[in-house]
Every structure is written in structure tokens, then in C-alpha cells.
């Protein structure tokens, strides 16, 4: 599961590491957090596709999925393995939950500094009673700002899904782990962007934006060294719980 890949300089480091860990790591089934595949804000099919193309199973995303308007009426599309969060109201384009054959994903927003959304615990309950996902692992996204959030989300579904891994914050945290249920856990994957940066984006634009108060784009610094941040989850072909998870963080240089 890959963190949050930032603009042109991202989708490059993915679509050179990708194909190459999963050969080097035996990779099943790849998810990547696409909100900020297009400049930094939101996607595009032909951003989305780069992605697909380099190996990525499953597309999810978070609070951006709505910034580029063109291409809201992909979400839609039932052969694009691309989702929002499930508990945004059901009228909104898209899904939030797949079953993508081996696996199942289910994406969800928090509501902790996040602004409006349905309450997360009880709509993946409500998905979860129906059978979604039964006889296969089943992936928890979690795009939140909160960490207690997190901790909470996998606390809930432990035993339940076979992991919960938050996203948003673009930092990668060390706390992996598999709770007493079974459950993979992680705050933050992290993501696929600069290191000379603050989250992926210019170091000027956002001091611009703390020192002054005033709105200020934000740029994907799109050239140099880059993280990439991931977590390798390995199931039980059995019980579909996680046996264990590793974090995969690497350095490329565009």
C-alpha cells in the first residue's frame, strides 16, 4: 500500500519503483493514494493510468479526489478501479469500496480537522454487515488528519479487515503493527515525493502562506531526491488476517 503520490515527480518515482519492488518483493496486489496525482490536487485519467500502468491494482483517495471537476465523471466508471471515500454523501460521483477480484478495499475520510463527511465508524459497519469483502483479505484506508482517529478506526475493525492504514499527513510513521486480532495497523504511510520539500510541495509557497496568511498555490516540487513511502502487508491465505507488516520506504533521484 503506497502513500500519497505527489504530482509529475511522484508518478515518475512510481512508475520506475513499482514494477521493480513488486518483482524484488513478490507483490501480490498494489494500492496507491492518488488524490494528489495532478499537480498536487486532485486527478486525471491519464494521471490515474500512469499509476494503473506501472502496477497499481486499486486507486484510492481522500479530501482532493473533488479538485479536478473534468474528471468526476471517471468516478463513475465501473472498469476504473478508482474510489473516494465511502462515507461521503452517496449522491456524490463515485464509490467508496471495491472488490477487486484477491482483494477488497474500502476507502474512508476522517472527521477530525477534515471538514463535513458521514461518520466513518458506522458506515463501514453498515458496509461491513452486508458481507462486502467476506473470503478475502479486506484493506481499511483511512485519509485522516487526527492519529487518535487512526487508532481508533483499526481498534474497531481489529479481527474484522485485514488492515487499516492511514494517509493524508504525507509523513511516514513507525508504528506498524499487528493488533491481538489481527489486523494490520500503520498512522501514516507517508508518500511518494520530494525530500527537499514540505509534504511534496515548494518550501517557499508554504512558509509564504504561514508568514503572511495569505492564499498562495501550492507547488509540487517535481525535480531531486524523492521518498517513496509504502507498507508491505502479508496475509494469512486462511484466516485472511495479517500475519505482518513492514514498512518499504525508499530514495529515488529524478
Known sequence: MVGDVVGSGGRAAVRDLLPRLRRELSIDFITVQGENLAGGAGMTLNTVNEVLRAG?????????????KEFLESLDDPALPVIRPLNYPSRAPGRGAIDAGPVAVINLIGRVFMGEADNPFDVVDELLATGFGKGKPVLVELHAEASSEKYAMAWHLDGRVTAVVGTHTHVPTADTRVLTGGTAY??????????????????????????????????????????FNSVLIETDDATHRAASITRVDREWQS
Open 186 to 227: 500503520v498512522t501514516d504511510l507517508g508518500m511518494v515525493g520530494a525530500l527537499e520539500s514540505v509534504i511534496g510541495v515548494e518550501v517557499e509557497d508554504v512558509l509564504a502562506r504561514f508568514l503572511t496568511s495569505v492564499p498562495r498555490k501550492l507547488r509540487p516540487v517535481e525535480k531531486g531526491a524523492f521518498q
Open 56 to 68: 497499481a491494482d486499486v486507486v484510492t483517495s481522500g479530501n482532493h479526489v473533488w479538485d479536478q
